[in-house]
């Protein structure tokens, strides 16, 4: 499975301790610390990448296309590839969309090399308006919670649409818990988690401050119930550490 220590520079992003309150942006800067970035704010996100990568070749039907929509620096189509090679799933095309041209040249230049062959497509788009093709898995991997709560659904049900019969969503999302004490205990434990990586108190509060408002978590059960509702047959919650979670739908 794919090696996710592909780190270029360290995150010294908020080493000043300096962000305004919502102002994160996918830009250049954080496409160039991005590996690092992710590695050390989200618990379990090597095991998320990877196993998104076995079950994207779990559920893959060869002629067929994988999507990945904010797919950053690919590290999650790398893993499918490399999955679905190991399991021998013939032709699948890989779609990777991404609204962050930053994003999408490295992710390029990254894959490329490594794909044995397998058909690659980059898009720089809004995954929002991006046209889906018939696909037999797609992936949402943290992507979702940066989108205005209004538009989530619109963009489920497109995904519904444009997967085949017995395609999966796999959804990787922050989330928040309905018990107020257990959301506290979560939050207290993520800092503790980012610490441990390495980030000082400066720069903790100021990576909250600058996502305040720009990612918006939700809890599980709104998560599922949602998927539900715009006819999923089944929301399965596979994979969770701390307050963030991993689901697989499937259309029936």
């Known amino acids: 499975m794919a090696d996710q220590g592909m780190s270029e520079d360290s995150d010294r992003l908020f080493a000043h301790g300096e962000a305004a309150p919502g102002s994160f942006r996918f830009d250049a800067k954080v496409a160039r610390v991005f590996d690092d970035m992710i590695r050390r704010s989200v618990p379990g996100y090597a095991t998320t990448v990877a196993m998104s990568g076995w079950l ?50 490295r992710c390029r230049s990254r894959l490329e090399p490594e794909l044995g062959g397998r058909q690659l497509t980059l898009i ?19 992507t979702l919670q940066f989108l205005p709560p209004a538009d989530r659904a619109p963009l489920l049900t497109r995904i519904h649409d444009a997967l085949l019969p017995g395609g999966v969503l796999i959804l990787s999302e922050k989330i928040i818990d309905t018990d107020p004490g257990a959301q506290q205990l ?18 903790i509060a100021a990576k909250r401050s600058a996502i305040e408002d720009v990612l918006i978590p939700e809890t599980l059960e709104a998560q599922k119930a949602r ?10 919650v596979w994979y969770r550490q701390l307050n963030f979670a991993s689901l697989l739908a499937v259309k029936a």
């Open 56 to 105: 994207a070749a779990r559920f893959a039907q060869p002629g067929t296309a994988c999507q990945d929509l904010g797919c950053s620096l690919g590290a999650t189509l790398l893993a499918c590839a490399e999955a679905m090679t190991e399991a021998g799933i013939g032709p699948v095309e890989l779609i990777g969309v991404d609204s962050s041209k930053a994003m999408l040249d």
């Open 124 to 142: 720089e788009a809004d995954v929002r308006t991006v046209e889906l093709r018939p696909s037999s898995v797609i992936m949402l991997n943290w």
């Open 186 to 203: 979560a939050e207290s434990l993520h800092a503790d988690f980012k610490r441990s990586q390495g980030y000082s108190e400066l720069e």
């Open 227 to 236: 998927l539900l509702q715009v006819g999923f047959a089944t929301a399965l």
